[in-house]
């Protein structure tokens, strides 16, 4: 690099700001400490350090066999001598337009269909890596860059965020204290909640709760009425898995569509979405409800196959092991509210820990995909 700089400039933005953010994070290029629009139509990308600015420009050069129009992309700050100038010139890349992959990056598919959990260290901009506060008085002068408020710098340290909305979910199912061989019990689900969560202003803004009729094992453990406090008589008037799928769905569709929101692999103008599923570890979809419907030969709707462990993103974002969800909760200042193990209320409680992550600066994605060979959930539509 021509100076050693940890910001890099983007010009004649090809995307908006939230596109160039998800592809960024799809590609699994390193991932800037704060993404600032600068100007018209330009970009600034701001580093922990010029290292890791260089090898961020590398790979954003490697990018042009991806995309339909070329980037321009350089490094942001002043040259040590016009010898060098011309190496931080804009690098313009053309477009191959074959749709094969760049080098040293996954097939573009895979990106789109399997996205690993997303975090890096810092990405939540603060006093000392917020762009537009680290400028000297010299540099905002000669940039011309206006003073933003406090209120402006907030919503954009958020502009990297792909989701504007969760779905937190979380399975209670029938358990025995000292469990028989899994041949003769099954687990199977007694409390289906979901909570629709909006990451901006932290509400719940719809809830979906059904309790289960088990047919497999119909009497309750007395293990499992102490631990999630659900009694026979509340499970003996639920109703089945199927009817509950089919009522979630209902529910599901009338949610999104007042919100235009869209889940993972939905549409094809959006492989991401706006919206996502999210659980306490894998166990909820990967487990529970995926072996239930292979046993009792039910059909699954295909977007309960994506989904967010937010346990996943906990652990690498804060560098901390929790030892159970109220751990994690008290180690970032929350306390649990309701009661533990009730369904409905762990659901609330993931809600308000991916709230609270979301503030701290901690970026999601999809860390999970059953199906990563298809590009679109097929034969699904809300």
């Given at each position: 690099?021509?100076a ?7 010009k ?17 290029l ?15 990308l ?32 002043p040259?040590p ?27 573009i ?13 810092g ?7 917020d ?11 000669a ?13 954009k340290r ?25 041949q003769?019990?099954?687990a ?17 803004e ?30 003996d008037?639920g ?39 999210v ?5 909820d ?26 346990r ?10 929790p ?8 180690h ?9 193990h ?18 701290d600066?901690?970026?999601?994605s ?17």
């Amino acid at each position: 690099m021509s100076a050693l700089s940890c910001k890099l400039l983007l010009k004649r933005m090809p995307c908006t700001l939230e596109e160039l953010a998800q592809l960024i994070c799809e590609c699994k290029l390193i991932l800037p400490r704060s993404l600032n629009t600068y100007g018209r139509k330009r970009v600034l990308l701001e580093y922990s350090d010029p290292e890791e600015a260089e090898k961020a420009l590398e790979q954003l050069q490697g990018l042009s066999e991806t995309l339909d129009k070329p980037l321009c992309i350089s490094v942001f700050g002043p040259s040590p001598s016009s010898g060098a100038a011309s190496a931080s010139k804009s690098t313009q890349t053309k477009a191959a337009g074959n749709g094969s992959p760049a080098s040293g990056f996954p097939d573009i598919d895979k990106q789109l269909g399997l996205i690993d959990t997303i975090y890096v260290e810092g990405a939540r901009p603060g006093p000392d890596n917020d762009p537009e506060e680290s400028f000297n008085e010299i540099e905002a002068t000669a940039a011309n860059v206006p003073i933003k408020s406090k209120k402006s710098r907030k919503s954009k340290r958020l502009a990297m965020q792909p989701y504007s909305y969760v779905i937190a979910v979380d399975f209670e199912a029938t358990c025995w204290e000292k469990q028989a061989p899994p041949q003769w019990r099954e687990a199977e689900i007694i409390e289906f909640p979901a909570v629709l969560v909006n990451l901006k202003t932290g509400k719940i803004e719809a809830e979906f709760h059904k309790y289960i009729l088990p047919i497999e094992s119909p009497r309750l453990s007395t293990y499992c009425t102490e631990l999630t406090g659900i009694q026979q008589k509340t499970v003996d008037s639920g109703v089945p898995l199927q009817t509950a799928l089919m009522m979630f769905h209902e529910w599901l569709r009338k949610e999104l569509r007042a919100r235009n929101l869209t889940l993972p692999k939905m549409n094809k103008s959006n492989i991401m979405g706006n919206c996502a599923f999210v659980t306490w570890t894998d166990w909820d979809f990967g487990i529970c409800l995926s072996k239930e419907c292979t046993r009792k030969r039910m059909r699954k709707a295909a977007y309960f196959n994506q989904w967010i462990d937010v346990r996943a993103v906990y652990r690498s974002w804060y560098q901390y092991r929790p030892c159970n969800f109220t751990d994690a909760l008290e180690h970032v200042g929350l306390a649990f509210e309701g009661r533990a193990h009730s369904g409905i209320d762990d659901a609330k409680n993931l809600g308000a820990l991916m709230c609270k992550m979301v503030r701290d600066g901690a970026l999601f994605s999809i860390t999970k995909d059953l199906t990563p060979y298809q590009q679109l959930n097929p034969n699904c539509v809300l």
